[in-house]
């Protein structure tokens, strides 16, 4: 859903860099070959994300659901020399695609993409994190925070998609299906814990951007 009128939506795009020409052919791909294209970060968040990635220059980066590998690859523009983007996704059909991107936009060497569920694949992570996205299954956004928070430095930020939740966060909408109070969970669980900082920016679906105390 998208929360700001379209002529605004239209003006903040045009203001905005565009995308790449690989990013544009993986979004069009994306839209063409695969479920739920909506899923993908798109032009706005994904130079969102390549802007704070610039301002971290993070040396780690671990991404929880890469789906087609848009967002892993805006993260990645920003990297500081030597750094790395672990990105994790379950679904295995979705790996040539990404693979194939990863190599097109030239960070083949830079984003280590690992099968797998996050819930087991997170806790092997070993480094230290300067930047951490969260973007798969709603559910277990709560697990996935409490999986990532000790291995972030302090400092160092998590940003989490989707807890607008396309509106469905705000009272009249609530008609609480499971995902929607699995978002209000996570939401609260970040605005009362003393450990970070957070500001809800609403770009796109809802970007709940937290720094480590
Ligand atoms: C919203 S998409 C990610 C979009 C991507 N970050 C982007 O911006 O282009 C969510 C992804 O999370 C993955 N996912 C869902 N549950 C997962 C789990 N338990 N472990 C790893 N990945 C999971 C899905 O397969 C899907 O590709």
Same mark, same amino acid.
């Given at each position: 859903?998208?929360?700001?009128? $379209?002529?605004?939506? #239209? ?24 479920? %739920? ?19 971290? !220059?993070? %040396?780690?980066?671990?991404?929880? /659901? ?17 750094? %790395? $983007? ?12 990404? !693979? /194939?991107?990863?190599?097109?936009? /030239? ?14 694949? $997170? ?9 951490v ?15 990532v928070?000790? #291995?972030v !430095?302090? +400092?160092?930020f998590i940003i989490?998609?989707? $807890?607008?939740?396309? +509106? #469905? ?8 299906? #499971? ?26 679906? /809802?970007?709940?951007?937290i720094?480590?105390?």
């Amino acid at each position: 859903m998208d929360f700001l009128p $379209v002529d605004i939506q #239209k003006y903040v795009e045009a203001h905005t860099d565009p995308e790449s020409n690989t990013l544009s052919d993986l979004n069009r791909d994306t839209h063409r070959k695969v479920l %739920k294209p909506r899923m993908l970060s798109g032009h706005l968040q994904g130079r969102a994300l390549s802007m704070i990635s610039h301002m971290i !220059r993070p %040396k780690s980066v671990l991404e929880i /659901g890469t789906y087609t590998g848009y967002s892993a690859i805006c993260m990645a523009e920003g990297l500081a020399e030597g750094g %790395k $983007v672990i990105t994790i996704d379950v679904n295995e059909e979705l790996e040539s695609l990404a !693979r /194939g991107y990863f190599e097109k936009a /030239g960070f083949s060497e830079q984003i280590d993409y690992r099968i797998g569920n996050a819930l087991d694949l $997170v806790p092997e992570v070993s480094e230290t994190l300067d930047l951490v996205f969260i973007d798969a299954d709603k559910k277990n956004y709560i697990n996935y925070y409490n999986l990532v928070i000790d #291995k972030v !430095r302090p +400092g160092g930020f998590i940003i989490a998609d989707n $807890v607008l939740w396309s +509106g #469905k966060v705000v009272a009249e909408l609530k008609k609480t299906d #499971k995902e929607t109070q699995a978002i209000l969970d996570f939401n609260r669980l970040v605005q009362e814990d003393g450990r970070v900082e957070n500001v809800l920016l609403p770009i796109r679906d /809802g970007l709940m951007t937290i720094r480590k105390k």
